[in-house]
């Protein structure tokens, strides 16, 4: 925790010095300015773009919290297996899970590390952002459809490893990228009611459909149809999202352009 502090106090001193610098260089810029509009959630309401970034995130993180369910349930009841079988059960079950998620967590970082130095730029040049949206779902969709008849653990660890290193790289790179063409006020207060209360939201949802699922004691199967039928949805409105993008005059693969304005109108 402190090393974790210590490289959070760096990363402020370093945001400082960039700040500083740029404001030496051409004098104090228009980010200093009063934002006109000081209504985040009204922002996203209003404007039917904002409100399918908020859907996305929500559905987005609705089925990636419950896939770490279904993995952690699966690994328990490996654990669990173990135990039995080795006679030590206390021990061997935490040793069987601590082996694990080391594991786990180790493989999830490779790949989001490769996948962020080596093919994310090439993707937002060559495919763009729209498509680039789609990758996670796709991925998603498959896995839980896989795991929906075939729950084995072997399986249900290749694909978190695949979908939490595609979301911390791909997805969370084209999911920031999306508001590269909008307003100051949708940045600094759309993005910031999006990312925050938007963003919990998806996690509350999650631990609804979790509670619902046990209560009425769905196994892995059923939780991962649930899953694939959210990763659904969620390819839907990513969709509607390029659409929404390409109609009102933002090429999916260009992020520039003036695609929301900064007085809070409700045309896109």
């Known amino acids: 925790m402190l090393v974790a502090g210590a490289l ?3 990363c402020m001193v ?9 404001e030496t ?22 404007q039917r773009y904002l409100l399918l970034i908020a859907l996305l995130i929500i559905l987005s993180n609705v089925v990636n919290t419950t896939g770490e369910f279904i993995l952690s349930a699966s690994v328990s009841q490996h654990a669990d297996a173990s135990a039995v079988l080795s006679g030590n059960a206390g021990a061997k079950r935490l040793e069987f899970i601590g082996k694990f998620y080391a ?16 093919a994310v730029s090439r993707m937002m040049k060559y495919v763009g952002i729209g498509p680039s949206l789609f990758f996670l779902p ?8 896989v795991l929906s008849f075939v729950p084995l653990l072997g399986l249900i660890r290749a694909a978190k490893i695949a ?5 911390y790289s791909v997805e969370n790179t084209a999911r920031h990228a999306l508001f590269l063409g909008t307003s100051r006020e949708v940045k600094y207060m759309g993005k910031t009611a999006i990312d925050s209360f938007f963003w919990r939201a998806g996690d509350a949802i999650s631990a609804l459909v979790v509670f619902i699922g046990t209560s009425f004691a ?3 199967r059923t939780f991962a149809r649930t899953n694939a ?12 999202i390029v659409w929404l993008r390409v109609t009102k005059g933002v090429a999916a693969s260009e992020p520039t352009g003036p695609l929301i304005g900064g007085s809070g109108q409700a045309d896109v």
Request: charged share 15%.
């Open 138 to 145: 796709m991925i998603a969709l498959g896995s839980y459809t």
């Open 25 to 46: 260089r051409s004098g104090p810029r228009r980010c200093n300015e009063p934002l006109k509009f000081n209504a985040g959630f009204q922002l996203v309401f209003k």
């Open 163 to 167: 979908e939490n290193g595609t979301d």
């Open 103 to 118: 594991d786990f967590y180790f493989w999830v970082n490779v790949v989001g590390a490769g996948l962020q130095m080596f």
């Open 229 to 240: 039928f959210l990763a659904t949805a969620w390819m839907f409105v990513a969709a509607l």
């Open 14 to 22: 370093v945001t400082n010095m960039v700040h500083r610098r740029e």
């Open 8 to 10: 959070l106090g760096i």
């Open 218 to 220: 769905f196994d892995i």
